[in-house]
């Protein structure tokens, strides 16, 4: 199973001396840049904050609907970044101390706007400062390893030439957020490139001094822009939940066998051509053989169902206009069994409204040198309107 929550609030700031007191909460890109000036010196970061509500996915683990073993992951997504240099790592942070405010500015407003959160404070209208009786250069204030526990208070995420999007197991901090909220209250996460630690033993801030790191160096390592909540495309942040939601009990069905696969039929059982969003829908994958053998039985062939290999099937859901995978095959996209046939539930909460998706369906058969793996997407099209 796959539940998406979407981001309440987010913002860039930066540490220039002229856009470190901007507010940038409006804006529909965020950015980890950083400027070095033609003597190495590092002249400009950005960094990026973002914040999620958790108190449904808290309120599922308590009623039993989300597993406590559920993984969580959170995804940028790329919006055109600039000159990027492969193999660099990202860091995402638990925001350390008070609450942040959002504010309504953005970068290329002038005058600037400077009611909300930026590089000098939490909150710049009532001039709350990251760290209490620091100077106005922390950028933000965040939980550092030296707290130990069981879970991690960090995370990270290895950029290559090709991949771009982030996709960060973020598991520990939101678990450190939800069974650990008086240590460890939702402030948001932090992202950005790494930096030296120059903070107390619960937070760290600054940029540092240690050129071998990559927000202090002066390599140029190009200007990672991602879609914000404020963005007109289907691309928005997301926090996504992963969790095994799979069942199998097939009660008298018969198996398809090998033979069966190698030539076998995939369909959907009443798909429907509209849910609403934020249904919660159990669909019926069906699998039949292309060519049934000839046989004399009271049933035909192509009306007997059968059942798909156990633990070997799997869904995707990509968007159908722009092939986007929106949930790829894995663990969270198991198709079980009853005594009906296969089916998998999927809520609906992450589709965005008004636009059409289509099931790709995965069946892997043996295993070691014999195992096949066979994939069906024959316009299994549906669209979530509101």
Same mark, same amino acid.
């Given at each position: 199973?796959?539940? %998406?929550?979407?981001?309440?609030? =987010?913002?860039?700031?930066?540490?220039?001396?002229?856009?470190?007191?901007?507010?940038?909460? /409006?804006?529909?890109? /965020?950015?980890?840049?950083?400027?070095?000036?033609?003597?190495?010196?590092?002249?400009?970061?950005?960094?990026?904050?973002?914040?999620?509500?958790?108190?449904?996915?808290?309120?599922?683990?308590?009623?039993?609907?989300?597993?406590?073993?559920?993984?969580?992951?959170?995804?940028?997504?790329?919006?055109?970044?600039?000159?990027?240099?492969?193999?660099?790592?990202?860091?995402?942070?638990?925001? #350390?101390?008070?609450?942040?405010?959002?504010?309504?500015?953005?970068?290329?407003?002038?005058?600037?706007?400077?009611?909300?959160?930026?590089?000098?404070?939490? =909150?710049?209208?009532?001039?709350?400062?990251?760290?209490?009786?620091?100077?106005?250069? =922390?950028?933000?204030?965040?939980?550092?390893?030296?707290?130990?526990?069981?879970?991690?208070?960090?995370?990270?995420?290895?950029?290559?030439?090709?991949?771009?999007?982030?996709?960060?197991?973020?598991?520990?901090?939101?678990?450190?957020?939800?069974?650990?909220?008086?240590?460890?209250?939702?402030?948001?996460? @932090?992202? &950005?490139?790494?930096?030296?630690?120059?903070? #107390?033993?619960?937070?760290?801030?600054?940029?540092?001094?240690?050129?071998?790191?990559?927000?202090?160096?002066?390599? +140029? /390592?190009?200007?990672?822009?991602?879609?914000?909540?404020?963005?007109?495309?289907?691309?928005?942040?997301? @926090?996504?939940?992963?969790?095994?939601? #799979?069942?199998?009990?097939?009660?008298? /069905?018969?198996?398809?066998?090998?033979?069966?696969?190698? !030539?076998?039929?995939?369909?959907?059982?009443? @798909? +429907?051509?509209?849910?609403?969003?934020? #249904? &919660?829908?159990?669909? !019926?994958?069906?699998? !039949?053989?292309?060519?049934?053998?000839?046989?004399?039985?009271?049933?035909?062939?192509?009306?007997?169902?059968?059942?798909?290999?156990?633990?070997?099937?799997?869904?995707?859901?990509?968007?159908?206009?722009?092939?986007?995978?929106?949930?790829?095959?894995?663990?969270?996209?198991?198709?079980?069994?009853?005594?009906?046939?296969?089916?998998?539930?999927?809520?609906?909460?992450? @589709?965005?409204?008004? !636009?059409?998706?289509?099931?790709?369906?995965?069946?892997?058969?043996?295993?070691?040198?014999?195992?096949?793996?066979?994939?069906?997407?024959?316009?299994?099209? %549906?669209?979530?309107? +509101?």
């Amino acid at each position: 199973m796959h539940y %998406f929550e979407f981001a309440k609030r =987010d913002a860039t700031i930066y540490s220039g001396g002229t856009t470190s007191s901007i507010n940038t909460g /409006l804006d529909e890109i /965020l950015e980890i840049n950083k400027v070095v000036s033609n003597n190495g010196t590092v002249a400009n970061v950005s960094r990026i904050l973002i914040d999620f509500d958790l108190s449904f996915i808290s309120q599922s683990i308590i009623d039993s609907k989300i597993p406590t073993t559920a993984k969580y992951y959170l995804n940028l997504y790329d919006a055109t970044s600039e000159e990027v240099e492969a193999e660099q790592n990202i860091f995402v942070y638990m925001v #350390s101390g008070s609450a942040w405010k959002q504010g309504t500015g953005k970068l290329d407003h002038d005058p600037v706007t400077q009611d909300g959160v930026s590089y000098q404070y939490r =909150d710049h209208e009532n001039k709350t400062p990251w760290v209490t009786g620091s100077v106005l250069t =922390d950028g933000g204030a965040w939980w550092t390893g030296s707290q130990g526990g069981a879970n991690k208070v960090s995370a990270s995420y290895q950029i290559t030439f090709d991949r771009k999007d982030l996709r960060v197991d973020v598991t520990d901090l939101v678990k450190n957020h939800i069974f650990s909220s008086s240590l460890f209250p939702n402030r948001g996460f @932090l992202v &950005k490139r790494e930096s030296l630690y120059t903070g #107390s033993s619960d937070f760290s801030y600054n940029p540092g001094s240690d050129t071998t790191k990559d927000e202090s160096s002066s390599d +140029r /390592l190009g200007n990672l822009k991602y879609f914000g909540r404020e963005t007109h495309t289907i691309y928005p942040p997301k @926090l996504e939940v992963v969790w095994d939601d #799979s069942s199998w009990s097939t009660g008298s /069905l018969s198996p398809l066998v090998t033979a069966d696969l190698e !030539r076998l039929k995939i369909y959907f059982k009443n @798909l +429907r051509e509209e849910y609403k969003e934020g #249904s &919660k829908v159990k669909f !019926r994958v069906v699998g !039949r053989e292309l060519y049934p053998t000839t046989a004399f039985a009271t049933t035909p062939a192509e009306l007997t169902a059968k059942y798909l290999p156990s633990a070997s099937v799997f869904y995707e859901v990509k968007d159908a206009d722009t092939e986007e995978t929106i949930i790829p095959f894995g663990t969270g996209s198991k198709v079980s069994c009853d005594s009906t046939g296969n089916f998998f539930n999927l809520w609906l909460d992450g @589709l965005q409204a008004e !636009r059409n998706y289509r099931f790709c369906i995965k069946v892997v058969s043996g295993s070691g040198t014999t195992e096949t793996i066979n994939y069906y997407d024959d316009d299994y099209e %549906f669209r979530v309107v +509101r």
